[in-house]
């Protein structure tokens, strides 16, 4: 229990560094680089998600068996699963390297980017096609091989270590004039130097680890494949959920409502990241109840759970909404006003989305993993469909709006019944319970933030915002603890 408090914590921690510095190095990069090049980087990056589904969900297997040979002491098996691992990733990472000399071929007459930052956009192509695939992929075992080990706490302190290091090394090369290929240099380099560390951890904290091309087996790819198609279809869902938007912004928009776009999805993902490191915990709860048979708990978890994660992005996305603009005029400038709709669109999205969270580690975590790999596919088609609708008509906003709409009719109208007759609980008294305190505590934080907003100053810095977005959350927290919170369920959140 102490070694799993400790890994909850560096993962909190770890967590928080990375979001810190984004947080602080977005607007630096965007000032120095301009809007034009920012897009282009946040393009690149959309485009070079996609080329990571190569992995083909097989992380998840390899943390998945690798932790099954650690509990059985099968050291053996273990080898040969690695090592088949280590086979695959050598062979994706060649068809990753001819998959991206393809795309360079056309990349700048397919996404309509500028004649002018043709050379911009093809050499930002190769180096982070590089760091996020290329040398990615086979260099992910060492991190799969740490994660399966349950070395969490080193993972956590490595990324945190390399994060600030990065954000250093770039800051010191804007200050020196450098531009957005010498930021895509320094990336690579920092992803090589991490994961190198986890090589070397490797070989000092995994006991009796060999790894050889000779060791690799067809019987034990069949047995990762098997296990990872189902991860696969919910990876490719959740990256097209979120990495089309930007692509489809440049598609109709152009570059610079990229930048704008991008900045408003960071901070909307930023924000569902942040509860879904607390839905994470839950996972192991889930699997250890329905393995006893203990519905009744399930049905309690399900419920409570979903009533506080839903309560916790309700507070983030209400004071973020109420002070879009503040938010993003301090953050990165009056330049970037483009993202205050479209975020204010997305917090929505992601706030409507948080219980869906719950709801979908219940089913997968009980067996109903095929209908959650399905939903999330229904999901991703019907994004990409009504943002191609909706952008045409309202722009940048129209995509965020499809991302509202896939949110509602997948993840509310159809994945949250469907962990309700699982876990045996009346749709009416979910939405009461967990919707209910949501929106009456969330309207009267809205209340509170937007009467201070029209009284007091204008902030002229990020901190100036919290005397406006501590109050309200302060009566939401107040009015929630109060109005729709027993003892019991005070004693169970603690507990849990």
Known sequence: MRGLKGNVLASYGRFLVVMAVQFALTPIILKAVGAEDFGLWSLTFAVMGFLGLMDGGLATSAVKFIAECRGSGDTERRNKIASTLLALYLGLAGVATVAVFALSLGYVHWFHLPEAKAGVALALLWLLALRSVIFALPLSLFHSLLFGEQKNALLSAVQAGATVVYAAAVWVALKLGAGIIIVGAINLAAMLAEYGVYALLVRRVVPGLKLSLGLAERSQLKTLMG????????NIAQLVRLRTDPILVQLFCGLEPVAAYAVALRIAESALLLIKQAVNVLAPVVAQLHGAGETEKIKTLFVRGSKFVLAG?????????????EVVTLWVGPQMQGAVVPLVVLLGAMALAAPQLVAALVLVMTGHHGFSARAQTVGMFLNVGASLVLVRVFGPVGVALGTLVATVAVDVFTVLPRACRCAGVGVGHYLATVFGPALVCGGAQALVTLGLKAVLPAPTHLLGILPLAVPGALAFAGLFL?????????RWRRKK
């Open 227 to 234: 296990f990872s198609g189902a991860q696969l279809l919910v």
């Open 482 to 490: 109060v109005a729709f919170t027993r003892p019991e369920d005070r």
């Open 313 to 325: 992005a309700s507070v983030l996305s209400v004071a973020i909404a109420c002070l879009a603009r």
